[in-house]
């Protein structure tokens, strides 16, 4: 059964916008950790953004803070990344990730994929200069 479903995705020229969108269900967003992650080709897996649904605490990559934002919708049990002012260099694969409380207590900017337990298929993100 499917339980991660990321959309939004698409080709925007540098400087505009972006919502990604990653609905959950019940055993993969309450009181979960909700990741956003992306790998452009021939780069590793990297964490962008997370968020805690049981407290609604958030943690970016250096490369996105004050340009992208993370938030929850319990009644929708979606995730969303608000990504503004996108710039060549964020063009990759968008994935959604949910882990355990345990993948949201890495301090500052460490993102470790292998905590989290289910990845949704992808949604592409293209910026053109």
């Known amino acids: 059964q499917v339980q991660l479903v990321e959309s939004g995705g698409g080709s925007v020229q540098a400087g505009g916008f972006l919502r990604l969108s990653c609905a959950a269900s019940r055993d993969t967003y309450n009181s979960r950790c909700l990741g956003w992650f992306r790998q452009a080709p021939g780069k590793e897996r990297e964490g962008v953004a997370r968020i805690y649904t049981g407290s609604s605490s958030t943690d970016y990559a250096d490369s996105v803070k004050g340009r992208f934002t993370i938030s929850q919708d319990n009644a929708k049990k979606t995730v969303y990344l608000q990504m503004n002012s996108l710039k060549p260099e964020d063009t990759a694969m968008y994935y959604c990730?949910?882990?355990?409380?345990?993948?949201?207590?890495?301090?500052?900017?460490?993102?470790?994929?292998?905590?989290?337990?289910?990845w949704g298929q992808g949604t592409q993100v293209t910026v053109s200069s």
């Open positions: 990730a949910s882990g355990p409380v345990t993948a949201c207590l890495w301090g500052g900017r460490v993102f470790r994929p292998p905590d989290y337990t289910y």
